[in-house]
């Protein structure tokens, strides 16, 4: 699947990718409609109804990452609220042994996120995998998501990096796109980001299904560089 002669840089994405993507659907689909709902007075089904339609507008902009924004557009503590459903951030099967392995490998292992970095303090809290990273970088410092063309421009700024000898994994077929067409050459789709959920079909990018089907490439040159 992956020639790891050829890899110098590995850029993950987080939810969906490293972390079951469970948390975010749960919070942001069941738990914050129903608390709006809640704390506002509303009638549970229209204030529902309403933060999706919302949510939907603003998909694949930075503004519907942000949990500062939606702490003003909902008048609601989404971090506090955040922190409070910590219990359900877990891994992906697999997850912590690959930044591991990558880890020990001293290849470049970069976090890149459209997560807020408020959010991201509370999940590498929760995990404890930051320090299986050489840098954690937020769609939020650049001023775009991962999905515009531009943002791939500012992340070279801050953290080059060679195209073609660059694996990036993610869950978003949008952001996938974006980055391949930027000029990465090795992209790979998680198929099953949510484990709750079936597998979507990750149409024109190879899927991964588990971290050890890269592990299986991976372990005989790190054992090989080790003898």
């Not at 089904?45 to 503004?63: C, F, W």
């Not at 912590?96 to 991201?120: C, G, M, Q, W, Y």
Request: with cysteine.
């Amino acid at each position: 699947m992956i020639d790891w002669n050829q890899i110098e840089s590995v850029f993950l994405d987080l939810d969906g990718t490293l972390l079951d993507l469970r948390f975010d659907n749960h919070f942001w689909v069941e738990f914050i409609p129903d608390h709006y709902a809640q704390h506002h007075g509303l009638v549970p089904k229209t204030a529902r109804e309403g933060v999706l339609a919302r949510m939907k507008e603003l998909r694949g902009t930075l503004d519907w990452y942000c949990t500062d924004f939606w702490s003003r557009e909902l008048d609601l503590d989404i971090i506090a609220l955040k922190d409070t459903k910590r219990e359900l951030i877990r891994t992906r099967p697999g997850a912590e042994d690959f930044l591991s392995a990558l880890h020990a490998d001293r290849r470049r292992v970069v976090l890149v996120t459209n997560a807020h970095p408020k959010t991201i303090d509370i999940k590498m809290r929760r995990t404890g995998i930051a320090p299986l990273f050489d840098r954690i970088i937020s769609s939020h410092e650049l001023g775009y998501p991962k999905e515009k063309d531009r943002f791939w421009e500012l992340l070279q700024e801050i953290e080059p990096f060679v195209p073609t000898k660059t694996l990036f994994i993610d869950d978003n077929l949008d952001v996938l796109r974006a980055a391949g067409t930027y000029g990465i050459s090795h992209l790979l789709a998680v198929p099953k980001p949510d484990s709750t959920l079936a597998p979507v079909d990750t149409e024109e990018f190879p899927s991964l299904h588990a971290f050890e089907d890269i592990l299986g490439y991976f372990q005989p040159t790190h054992e090989a560089k080790a003898l």
